[in-house]
């Protein structure tokens, strides 16, 4: 369990990192918290000739409140934004959310915007963003984007970074005034990633649930609350998931959850809302 | 020693381990200095459950930089022979694959470089070609006729099939007025010590021999195994262990294939090599406890008296039967009928080997096995007979002055009283409070259970036990097997200070602080002037076949060798201070450092003074007496006597007694459990340290609750492996493990002499099924597989679901 060997790289700003994304290409990784990479390159599940660490640069390490979001930069660490002052009224869910994920520890290192990066199926920073309309900004050598979530994450560990590009930001929207939100997930154990994770917003006759854990990445369901019966339409979307077995659950008590507790947690958000 | 003075033994004293352990100053075995000579060791596995190796390529690897040899089966063939396996049959492993893989995670190549980087690089680049063969997980598919054979040379995976009568239980069954009959399925599983296998090997050209550091723990009935497979006499293969280790539970008797492995390694090389297992490695193909199918039935009278029981047990060991397998399913054997009075016992023993890692020691050792099937069958009884389940407990336990009892199958259960411990555990309002959560939970539409779990738990075993797998004639033949031999050495300088060194391989018991508190008693003096050294080094301290430490043996012996050794030398020094006291020598007693005359204290003289006559004055010493003072016990007590002809067998030495309770509350969305409340009580005979024995149980609670609701080593159908990481094999964390309530009492076992019984296995036994009774009374159903994972219970609890809305996907 020891990775192949690489070189590390440490660039004083964005500029030079993006440099040398450009001059490595395809052979170089992006590295912050370490927290998913590092096990991947010791189980050689992930291999990168050059590892370039934006972990300690000062310009992507702040949380600030742009135009209508919560914009955290890309070394801005997991336990950073759940203690950044004032996180459960400018946006609850995350305030609800980053608990769940990992521990303690790992929280400390690892990253908002790695997580991101990572695309984990189950990973619950991935499912907020999406949940909320969030977006990821992305810069390149030759100029900046930026991507609502969904288009971010294409798949299963899979995202749209271009080669020569790296994140620099996540944007999650600040709370809606009078919007009411909740998350819960379903996991094995505390801290492991969630079997089922489920992000519920309320707002203006609309409610809106995330969940994570089921489909290859992030899957929505939008339903007004004049439409009736909603628990047809959690059953369709449970469905049209089209989760699988794996050895923690079956496809079916995943649907069973996101039936069950979906409707639980949309309640939660309703009853926080105004 | 005076009966007015407090004595160490039996007081709860801080582990003087812990200061430097808590201070991050343990010295662990990588932690220790090597030769700068030394090369690293990384393995090549095997992808296949079952295959043939059709060739192995190594040029590439070969020619990368810092590699130094590629090992592979035939180079391992060469020089060394097959471990020896405890039945006859020809299940024959080296530590590495030769010509055939059989499970996922074989050894199949080593790769011996500069460091350990290098040689995992170089391990990437080997070629293997295998012809893949069909291979068999599922045991009882494993033992029917046509299924793929593991070992073509021994004709079936069945390998032993033995049956024991003890009673008439025929009789009993069919005079009974109900049987019961249920199948249960025992997991594969192990428990995760935080620190994995390490072996550095060198290999002695100048006399040939080898000379290993490993936290390896025991038995050393498993050293002439290696010496024998490296074809070394025992003297010539040196073995040590380090200070401190990173626990083990029983796991890491399984390093000794890659103590072998390495030491081949080393003297192809010429270099010495280590090896430091990963994670992966470890979960993978380390070790797990023997997965058992149990069928188990029950002779019961009307009023609910057990009076016979049928088992049929189908162990599976995997791939091989490393020794000293198959332990779990005959440890258990003479006390097979737990705390009841059952005298009546038909057993069929059945091992089967399979395409999956080799079974080991596991803590719990065959307890959690056989007692996941007997206390659910107690359970379903009073269930069928509408009886409350701890009325039947009670109905069926051993009597209390009935000690020591002779089980029906051969074990000689030292002392107890079961009923009061019982009682003890349900007063004082637990159970009234059990029973008031269960009502109100239930009353709120809740799915809430109380379970119960009553059972026996061994101490120091008999080395004759796994004997009773032979047939007696086979025994007759191949010469008796009996006893359990600790030894301990206590030594006392010229300047008067002691020192001990025992035959345990502590694995954080606390062992050093207890060895303390035996030596002091015996000598007048205080723990802290005890110097304990529990490294142990096979060259040059005293061991015999069943040192180590595994199956709770260190209460029961190697404490009471301790004991032994340092009345052997209290009595020396007593006769030699009988001279200057001028009383006689049983008229002397050790107090605070002096050696007195009996009440009278101030006839006195300092024990570094008597100590130093033995090395400073010889000729002053009494009549015929030894110069020096250092005196080895060994201690083997009478009661482990071999199998008798007819198969009755005493497995352990003491028996403790654990009785568990719980509730818990089942989610019915999630079909999580939570466990509300647990009380468990232990009777372990007199308590040595009784803080160190709280650690004991709580340790086996939280391994416990792991059984019962995590932990389990996956496979698919094909034989792959699908718990390769801690995100897939699931350990509990502290946010998992409720504190229990644990209460003591204490039957002082007749058969050793501090009365204390070995406990450090109790919850792992007991706490798996009594949290799967409260499960079944909680759900309404038997649970007759482990652990309670939610997807498990899910599908007890499951109902259908509404339909995939036509339209949606698909």
């Known amino acids: 369990m020891k990775p192949s060997n690489f070189d590390y790289c440490r660039p004083d700003s964005v500029d030079e990192a993006l440099s040398l994304l450009s001059e490595y290409g395809d052979d170089a990784r992006i590295i912050a918290g370490g927290q998913s990479l590092m096990a991947m390159l010791n189980l050689r599940l992930a291999a990168a000739d050059v590892l370039i660490d934006i972990g300690r640069l000062q310009e992507l390490s702040e949380c600030r409140q742009v135009g209508g979001y919560l914009e955290v930069g890309a070394a801005v660490t997991q336990a950073k934004l759940l203690n950044y002052p004032g996180l459960a009224e400018i946006q609850p869910l995350l305030a609800k959310a980053l608990p769940n994920v990992g521990h303690f520890q790992t929280r400390n290192r690892g990253t908002v915007c790695g997580s991101i990066a990572h695309a984990d199926p189950s990973s619950e920073i991935p499912l907020c963003l999406a949940a909320l309309e969030g977006e990821v900004v992305l810069r390149s050598a030759s ?71 089921v489909a290859g990445k992030p899957a929505i369901l939008e339903w007004q609350i004049e439409a009736g019966q909603l628990d047809d339409a959690l059953n369709g979307f449970a469905w049209e998931m089209e989760g699988e077995d794996d050895i923690h659950a079956t496809a079916k008590y995943r649907r069973q959850i996101v039936r069950q507790l979906g409707r639980k947690v949309l309640e939660e958000a309703k009853s926080c809302s105004s | 020693m005076t009966d007015t003075k407090t004595l160490n033994v039996g007081q709860p004293l801080e582990r003087t381990e812990d200061l430097r352990l808590l201070r991050g100053r343990g010295r662990y075995a990588d932690d220790l200095p090597v030769s700068p000579r030394t090369l690293n060791a990384a393995i090549l596995r095997s992808p296949h459950a079952h295959a043939e190796i059709e060739t192995i390529d190594i040029t590439e690897a070969m020619s990368m930089p810092g590699v130094a040899a590629v090992i592979t089966g035939e180079d391992v063939a060469q020089h060394s022979d097959p471990f020896l396996v405890a039945l006859r049959q020809p299940l024959h492993q080296w530590p590495l694959a030769v010509g055939r893989v059989r499970y996922v995670g074989e050894p199949v190549a080593v790769v011996i470089a500069d460091d350990r980087y290098l040689a995992e690089d170089a391990v990437d680049a080997l070629q293997v070609s295998y012809k893949p063969l069909p291979s068999v997980i599922d045991p009882e598919e494993a033992a029917s006729d046509g ?135 470890h979960l993978t193909a380390a070790n797990s406890c023997p997965n058992r199918v149990t069928t188990l039935e029950a002779a019961v009278t009307k009023d609910g008296v057990i009076t016979a029981l049928r088992f049929d047990q189908l162990e599976d060991y995997g791939a091989f039967l490393r020794a000293p397998m198959p332990g779990p399913l005959y440890r258990m054997q003479g006390a097979i009928t737990g705390a009841y009075a059952i005298d009546n016992v038909a057993i069929t023993n059945k091992i089967v080997v399979s395409n999956k890692m080799p079974a080991g020691l596991v803590r719990g050792f065959g307890g959690p096995q056989l007692y996941f099937a007997l206390e659910r069958m107690t359970n379903h009884i009073a269930g069928e007979l509408g009886m409350d389940h701890l009325d039947l407990i009670r109905k069926n336990l051993i009597p209390a002055g009935s000690f020591p009892y002779k089980a029906a199958a051969g074990s000689l259960l030292d002392s107890g009283d079961y009923q009061k411990a019982i009682e003890i555990t349900t007063g004082e309002g637990r159970l009234e409070d059990l029973i008031k959560r269960r009502d109100a939970a239930r009353a709120q539409g809740k799915l809430y259970g109380i379970g119960y779990a009553a059972i026996v738990e061994p101490g120091m075993s008999n080395m004759g036990y796994l004997s009773t797998l032979l047939t007696a004639e086979a025994r007759e033949k191949s010469g008796p097997k009996n006893g359990a031999i600790s030894m301990a050495t206590v030594n006392v300088e010229p300047m008067g200070t002691v020192s001990i060194t025992a035959d345990c391989m502590p694995q954080g018991q606390g062992h050093e602080t207890i060895l303390a508190q035996i030596v002091s008693d015996q000598l007048g003096l205080a723990p802290e002037d005890i110097t304990v050294n529990v490294e142990h080094d096979t060259q040059k301290d005293q061991w015999s076949i069943a040192a180590g430490t595994y199956s709770c043996r260190f209460t029961p012996g190697t404490a009471v060798a301790a004991q032994m050794a340092a009345a052997q030398v209290r009595d020396k020094l007593a006769k030699i201070a009988a001279k200057n006291l001028n009383t006689p020598a049983e008229n002397i007693e050790f107090t605070d450092g002096k050696i007195h005359a009996a009440g009278n204290p101030d006839n006195a003289i300092s024990f570094g003074r008597v100590a130093g006559t033995a090395h400073w004055a010889p000729a002053e010493l009494p009549d015929g007496m030894e110069a020096g003072i250092r005196e080895t016990a060994s201690w083997t007590p009478p009661e482990l006597e071999a199998p008798s002809p007819g198969d009755h067998i005493n497995t352990s030495l003491t028996y403790g007694f654990v009785f568990d309770m719980c509730g818990v509350e089942v989610d019915p969305v999630t079909a999580m459990v939570r466990i509300d409340r647990y009380v468990t009580m232990h009777d372990a005979g007199k308590l040595l340290n009784p803080l160190i024995a709280e650690g004991q149980v709580l340790g086996s609670f939280a391994q416990g609750i792991g059984t019962a609701l995590h932990e389990e080593f996956l496979y698919d159908d094909d034989g792959n492996f699908l718990t390769g990481t801690f995100a897939d094999y699931l350990i509990p964390t502290v946010a998992e493990v409720p504190r229990p309530e644990i209460l003591h009492m204490a039957s002082p076992s007749p058969f050793t002499p501090l009365g204390a019984k070995g406990m450090a296995e109790g919850c792992c036994m007991s706490t798996p099924v009594c949290i799967a ?34 339209g949606a996907g698909q």
């Open chain 2, 773 to 806: 009774n409260a499960v079944s009374d909680a759900l309404g159903v038997n649970v007759a597989q482990l652990p309670m994972s939610p997807k498990r219970l899910h599908a007890l609890i499951d109902e259908d679901e509404p339909p995939r809305p036509s």
């Open chain 1, 143 to 213: 100029g900046t984007r930026t991507l609502s979530a969904a288009d971010f994450q294409t798949g299963m560990l899979a995202t749209a970074i271009a080669p020569g590009e790296m994140i620099t930001a996540a944007r999650f929207p600040v709370a809606e005034q009078g919007a009411g939100y909740a998350f819960a997930e379903v996991a094995r154990r505390r801290g492991d990633f969630a079997i089922v994770g489920l992000a519920a917003i309320a707002r203006n006759g609309t409610l809106r649930l995330g969940a994570g854990g």
């Open chain 2, 147 to 281: 299924a793929p054979l593991v070992h073509e040379e021994a004709g079936t995976n069945l390998v032993s099939v033995r049956d024991f009568t003890y009673g008439d239980p025929d009789a009993a069954f069919a005079e009974a007025d109900h049987t019961f009959k249920l199948t249960t399925q025992f997991p594969r599983h192990s428990y995760m010590p935080m620190e994995n296998f390490v072996v550095v090997a060198e290999y002695k050209i100048e006399d040939e021999s080898y000379d290993v550091l490993s936290n390896f723990q025991g038995p050393y009935s498993t050293h002439p195994v290696m010496s024998r497979a490296l074809r070394v006499p025992g003297s010539r293969l040196r073995l040590r262990t380090p200070r401190d280790s990173g626990g083990s539970f029983g796991i890491k008797l399984a390093v000794f294939p890659y103590i072998v492995l390495m030491s081949v390694a080393s003297k192809i090389t010429g270099r010495p090599v280590r090896w430091v297992e990963d994670r992966y490695e």
